[in-house]
């Protein structure tokens, strides 16, 4: 990942008992490599792919995962 690098913050909400909660994933991509930077909850799916294609990155492309806590 040198050069062309690119990176963007997500947004992922969700509702749980009454209340929204906003995490912020980080998605780093280049010609090569897509590369997200933590995973949110179970059952998010739906708005990573989302987000994927709104930042137009592939989600058939994500080819690693880090997991910071």
Request: net charge negative; aromatic share 8%; with cysteine.
């Amino acid at each position: 990942m040198l050069g062309s690098s690119k990176i963007q913050m997500l947004n992922i909400t969700m509702n749980s008992n009454g209340m929204t909660n906003t995490i912020h994933p980080t998605l780093i991509w280049d010609d090569e490599d897509v590369v997200l930077i933590d995973t949110g909850y179970p059952g998010q799916l739906n708005e990573f792919q989302n987000c994927f294609e709104t930042v137009g990155v592939p989600f058939e492309k994500l080819n690693k995962i880090l997991i910071t806590h």
